[in-house]
């Protein structure tokens, strides 16, 4: 058998896998080593280029190599905890990085060995993100890096950062950003926990200050920042919004639980809001699972973003719901400790702390403000907000 077919070849992959599996049986073999191996083998994610981790296969070969392994007890690589790399770090690094930026990335990536954030948004550029005014000024083959970013998840246990900066004032917003990779263990990188409503700090500022950048680590043109960007962005939505669940698997399967293990709670009002919730949370489940097809296909798109709002407004009404049914139970959040946990928990702990946490929902991943902009034109084809400063030199914006 040709290494082309099992490339391409359903049959072809249950047999590499069957090999993988033979040669580092999972009981004996070390979770590292054994991803490590899993992602020589071309099956880390089966439509990267060979040497990358992939075999060219269709993406949707992925499901047959996974199920495989799965069921022979085999590690994964916790992609919830790395969950920045795989979704939007790594996609933005295939399409857009040099062949020796891919390889130097990708592994350590897939593997775990080494965790991603995201350096966008700042106190003055969220909702507005080209507006950002961290600043790369080049001196030889470095960039110099000042600014601030804000609302960065995993940044205290990060080893790189997906970075945009605004390379040149004297263009428009959008034109002057370029895209880099940013080391976080080097000198000038701060990183501040920020705590949240909850009392958890599972975000941070960082305070970039001197922070030197090679021009090696640049992914795209100069001054092409703002397309790269779109990639990381629509895959960051996806991401978010359309993540695989099980039925009942999101925020509705604790107030389903909640509603079966408790009739004394049960109001006839309450009934009809929760079957109306679980219909929404049911359909919303369901949509994305045609919206990771889409992404098979290699098209994340602007849905992405219908998605993501449909999942903020989900996760708030459905967690208040829950707070309500349960009465003053459902106040009784009072763990106010500082923990710094290293990946996200929407549905973790108590109600109380399920209803607060959804609050940043419809901030984190872009506002629901923006989103539902980009449905409007991009989905919809409304005519476009009026915009002024399209043509105005960044330094020349009010702010």
Partial sequence: MTEATYATDAAG????????????????TARDDFLRARFDAGLAWVHYPVGLGGLDAPRALQAVVDSELEAAGAPDNDPRRIGIGLGMAAPTVLRYGTQEQKERFLRPLWIGEEVWCQLFSEPGAGSDLAALGTRAVRDGDDWVV??????????????????????????????????????????????????????????????LTGVRIPDAHRLGEIGEGWKVAQTTLMNERVSIGGSRIPREGGMIGPVARTWRER??????????????????????????????????AGHPGPEGSGMKLSFARLNQEISGLE?????????????????????????????GYRYLRAKGNSIEGGTSEVLLNIVAERVLGLPSEPRNDKDVAWKDLSR
Avoid at 15 to 22: K, N
Avoid at 174 to 197: A, K
Avoid at 328 to 345: A, F, I
């Fill in 13 to 28: 992959l249950r047999e590499r896998a069957a090999r993988l599996l033979a040669d580092h049986p999972p009981a004996d």
């Fill in 146 to 207: 000042e600014g601030q970013k804000v609302w960065t998840s995993s940044a205290h246990v990060a080893r790189w950062a997906i970075l945009i900066a605004r390379t040149d004032p004297e263009l428009p917003k959008h034109r002057g950003i370029s895209y880099f990779i940013c080391d976080m263990t080097d000198p000038g990188v701060e990183v501040r926990p920020l705590r949240q409503i909850t009392g958890e700090a599972e975000f941070n500022e960082v305070f």
């Fill in 263 to 296: 009739p004394d709670l049960r109001t006839h009002e309450l009934r009809q809001r929760l079957l109306t919730l679980w219909v929404e949370a049911e359909v919303a489940r369901l949509t994305g699972e045609r919206l990771r097809q889409q992404l098979v």
């Fill in 323 to 351: 707070v309500e049914l349960l009465g003053d139970e459902g106040l009784l959040y009072s763990d106010w400790t500082l923990r710094r946990p290293d990946q996200v928990d929407f549905t973790g702990r108590d109600a």
